[in-house]
């Protein structure tokens, strides 16, 4: 069961995104500001949803401190504002619009960015992989 952090100072959202996602089979912590998430963030999660505007530190803040401790964490911001988000600047995988046009919506894009995730991860092993192919045939030919 893949555990996930939601962050969001709206009880409604919270509770209809826990929800939602409890419903889907995931396990679901939850937390109302960024600085309670980073407090309770840790390497069992998989999962980062997290609202752009918090109290106290904003959801893009606590994906940057998020994603610095736990790099394989996947992350997914949620925001009201419809804003264009550059999701190789925050190193997001993904992100919501509020509000959720629909539930499944909402299942549909963490199961989107977690595939997204671990298609960059099998990426980078196989490059890894690669250059030390390399190394070693260059290694071979002196």
């Given at each position: 069961?893949?555990?996930?952090?939601?962050?969001?100072?709206d009880?409604?959202?919270?509770?209809?995104v826990?929800?939602?996602?409890?419903?889907?089979?995931?396990?679901?912590?939850?937390?109302?500001?960024?600085?309670?998430?980073l407090?309770k963030?840790?390497?069992?999660?998989?999962?980062?949803?997290?609202d752009?505007?918090?109290?106290?530190?904003?959801?893009?803040?606590?994906?940057?401190?998020a994603r610095?401790?736990?790099?394989?964490?996947?992350?997914?911001?949620?925001?009201?504002?419809?804003?264009?988000?550059?999701?190789?600047?925050?190193?997001?995988?993904?992100y919501l619009?509020?509000?959720?046009?629909?539930?499944?919506?909402?299942?549909h894009?963490?199961?989107?960015?977690?595939?997204?995730?671990?298609?960059?991860?099998?990426?980078?092993?196989?490059?890894?992989?690669?250059?030390?192919?390399?190394?070693?045939?260059?290694?071979?030919d002196r």
């Amino acid at each position: 069961m893949k555990r996930i952090l939601v962050v969001d100072d709206d009880e409604a959202v919270r509770r209809l995104v826990d929800h939602v996602l409890r419903q889907a089979g995931y396990e679901v912590v939850l937390a109302i500001d960024g600085q309670q998430a980073l407090a309770k963030l840790d390497s069992s999660f998989e999962v980062l949803l997290c609202d752009k505007n918090l109290p106290l530190l904003p959801g893009t803040q606590v994906v940057l401190e998020a994603r610095a401790k736990f790099p394989h964490l996947t992350t997914v911001l949620m925001t009201a504002q419809p804003e264009a988000l550059s999701l190789t600047t925050l190193g997001l995988d993904g992100y919501l619009t509020k509000p959720f046009r629909s539930n499944a919506l909402v299942v549909h894009t963490l199961n989107a960015a977690l595939e997204r995730r671990a298609l960059q991860q099998k990426r980078q092993a196989l490059q890894s992989q690669l250059q030390g192919a390399v190394a070693q045939l260059t290694r071979r030919d002196r």
